[in-house]
């Protein structure tokens, strides 16, 4: 078993810098199309084996130290009463937003086993087949949030914050049932063999520390308490977020994941003894090979051979990366980081 | 103080009488005027005739009682002239072939300012003689990099990755098409001066999504050139948004006043450019506060002011773009709130003790 990935979480001594990348299950890999020319997205997360594959590819192709379960971080949330169409070119359509006391009101109990068994069952099977860890992961519930008011993604997420400020107690409640809801979707992961779990709060660099501090902070802070006993390392990861990391380390996370905009010097500095992940910007591997490797050298100078660095893009591989590239890079990143092994 | 002295001595980090401000996107939105002429003419008509696009910013400027007259205009315009196809949707502009290529870049043409942006210029003539220092008159630009963000992503996008891969990728292309954008944009911010304008901003509005290094190594010596075209006395506004981790990097390519969204708090941005004594700041009220309720509309209005309290300039913006739908009514309040507890504070009187809401807003 190669434990490079979990070491690396909880600042262990490792033999090389762990590396693996966000959205590496997809459709940079061709094998992947090839997979979707006959499965929606959601037939792929509905069916344990296709799933299991799925998330399998990158692992075999590439290299990487660790496997990240393919799913949407929209795919709980039918289990809650939200349906959601997944619209390609335009990411996830929520059918009825929530924009209303009522309509969060309206929301059901998400219970993990009837919602989305056969994803638990796809981490079952794939704990059988890998030999390296397999990360769970779920959207934060802010991000979540953004969806359900918005409808879609959406750059400035005005809607929410708008309902933050102006009906604060609407946004709480549903802040507090999307959390609920996570606790429950991560805790079935992990109890399927999840062996370390990301939240992803992709869109929480809209807020001001102020506000994140007040609106989002206590649910966070909840979301990692009620992971605690689960002894496997969580990564709190989001994007734009350099004003935001202390209160985002604050809240919760054994590694803090942070996107291209800053460098891993400034995120130690604001998030002293955790682990980090990052940060390559992901459209450096669409330049030539020679231009993309000199930037990752750069994350790694950047991050200085600190105990508890896992190499990761600033955020998901674009979908028209060459997997080739990604191949070489998991190669860079092993050799230029090798260190004397470390006896287990 | 009138409204030009007031904003023109803060963006120079002078006394003032009260906070000067300002809405980014003030002019056209839910103005009954605007409205109206909108019935009969386009945006791009209105933006492209002098007489209307002169009336449509002096009347948002005298509506909502602020301190600047922001040009109606968008920072599009001057690719038009470049041979540009575009299309200004409500969703934001669209160009119909974005650039790919070195190609595409060899093929914009060169701008004269006087002959293809007249309009804009007669605009700005037509602006100042009308609101004769009652509001300052803001010219606008579009830095390079959020304009070639545009051009190469074909629209707006939520983190310019195609832009930013053919920054990398076609480096040489990349550079080409931004000494173009940068030489058009410093003939643009001059000639606006040239023709009245009190104070040019420089949107830089997608800059955020670069790392301070590329900021550094691609877009910076471009924005410099920009900003240095105004002429002394004409103080150049420099924002962006999503701008927490660059703010040295911003400050350094230029700008008596940094603008910010609403991400961070006006002291911390104003320390992390560097904290000169000669740099204001402007902004920074989140634009959704102006759709979520008078109350909290204040409140927030209240603490951005106390967050500006002790720095050298400020003038009072929202974090980005004023909301479409935002009612002028809240807007001419928040002007009038702005003015009114800023010259109460200046005048040596307390703040009102701070609302329960307040902290919560």
Do not use: K
């Amino acid at each position: 078993m190669n434990d490079r990935f979990l070491r690396a979480c909880r600042r262990e001594p490792v033999d090389a810098t762990p590396v693996w990348f966000m959205r590496q299950a997809g459709r940079s890999l061709p094998e992947y199309r090839r997979v979707r020319e006959r499965a929606t997205l959601a037939q792929i997360v509905g069916d344990a084996a296709l799933c299991a594959e799925v998330t399998l590819q990158p692992v075999r192709r590439l290299g990487v130290d660790a496997a990240i379960l393919f799913a949407d971080i929209t795919t709980p949330l039918p289990g809650i009463g939200i349906g959601v169409e997944l619209v390609d070119g335009v990411g996830p359509v929520i059918e009825r937003p929530v924009r209303s006391a009522s309509d969060v009101a309206e929301l059901r109990p998400f219970d993990a086993g009837e919602s989305v068994g056969p994803l638990l069952d796809a981490i079952r099977l794939l704990r059988g087949e890998l030999d390296v860890p397999l990360i769970g992961f779920a959207g934060a519930p802010f991000t979540l949030a953004t969806y359900l008011v918005e409808g879609r993604s959406s750059a400035s997420a005005a809607r929410l914050r708008t309902m933050i400020l102006a009906e604060p107690e609407t946004a709480d409640a549903l802040l507090a049932r999307l959390t609920d809801m996570t606790i429950a979707y991560l805790r079935a992961q992990a109890a399927a063999g999840a062996q370390a779990l990301q939240l992803f709060d992709s869109w929480v660099g809209t807020l001001h520390p102020r506000v994140y501090e007040r609106a989002v902070a206590p649910h966070m802070r909840r979301l990692f308490a009620a992971l605690r006993d689960l002894d496997v390392p969580v990564i709190h990861f989001g994007t734009g977020t350099a004003g935001l990391i202390p209160a985002m380390a604050e809240a919760g996370g054994d590694v803090i994941g942070v996107d291209w905009r800053i460098t891993l010097q400034d995120a130690w500095a604001a998030a002293p003894g955790r682990a980090i992940q990052g940060n390559l910007d992901p459209v450096a591997l669409l330049a030539p090979w020679p231009a993309a490797a000199g930037e990752a050298r750069a994350v790694l100078a950047d991050a200085g051979g600190r105990p508890g660095h896992i190499f990761n893009l600033g955020h998901g591989v674009l979908p028209e990366t060459d997997p080739e590239s990604l191949r070489r890079l998991v190669d860079l990143v092993h050799e230029a980081t090798v260190r004397v092994a470390v006896p287990s | 103080m009138n409204g030009a002295e007031r904003l023109l001595a803060a963006c120079r980090c002078e006394p003032v009488d009260a906070t000067p401000v300002w809405f980014m996107r003030q002019a056209g939105g839910s103005l009954p005027r605007y409205r109206a002429l909108r019935e009969r003419h386009s945006v791009v008509e209105i933006a492209r005739d002098p007489e209307l696009c002169a009336e449509v910013t002096c009347d948002a400027a005298e509506t909502l009682g602020v301190d600047g007259a922001v040009l109606f205009a968008d920072i599009m315009l001057p690719l038009e002239p470049m041979g540009v196809d575009l299309e200004l949707a409500a969703s934001g502009p669209v160009i119909a072939r974005p650039i790919r290529s070195a190609a595409d870049v060899d093929g914009l043409r060169s701008v004269d300012v006087e002959s293809d942006l007249g309009f804009v210029l007669e605009a700005i003539r037509r602006v100042r003689a009308r609101l004769t220092g009652r509001a300052a008159v803001i010219g606008i630009c579009g830095a390079p990099f959020t304009l070639a963000a545009y051009l190469i992503e074909g629209g707006p996008s939520r983190d310019q990755a195609v832009a930013r891969a053919f920054m990398h990728r076609e480096p040489g292309a990349w550079h080409l098409l931004m000494s173009r954008l940068a030489d058009v944009g410093a003939a643009y911010v001059r000639a606006q001066a040239d023709a009245g304008a009190d104070v040019v901003q420089v949107f830089d509005s997608w800059a955020g999504s670069l790392s301070a290094a590329d900021y550094e190594a691609f877009a910076a010596p471009y924005s410099r050139r920009v900003i240095a075209a105004a002429p002394e006395g004409t103080p150049v506004i420099h924002f962006a948004t999503g701008s927490s981790h660059l703010l040295p990097a911003l400050a350094a390519a230029g700008g008596h006043v940094l603008g910010v969204d609403w991400r961070i708090a006006l002291g911390d941005a104003w320390r992390s450019a560097g904290g000169e004594g000669g740099r204001a700041v402007q902004g920074n009220l989140d634009p959704a506060l102006t759709l979520a309720g008078w109350e909290r509309t204040a409140d927030g209005a209240t603490a951005v002011l106390r967050d500006a309290e002790g720095l050298p300039g400020h003038v009072f913006n929202l974090g980005h773009a004023a909301p479409r739908d935002a009612d002028p009514g809240v807007l001419r309040d928040l002007a009038s709130l702005v003015h009114d507890v800023s010259a109460r504070r200046m005048a040596g009187a307390a703040l009102a003790p701070r609302a329960e809401a307040t902290a919560r807003a």
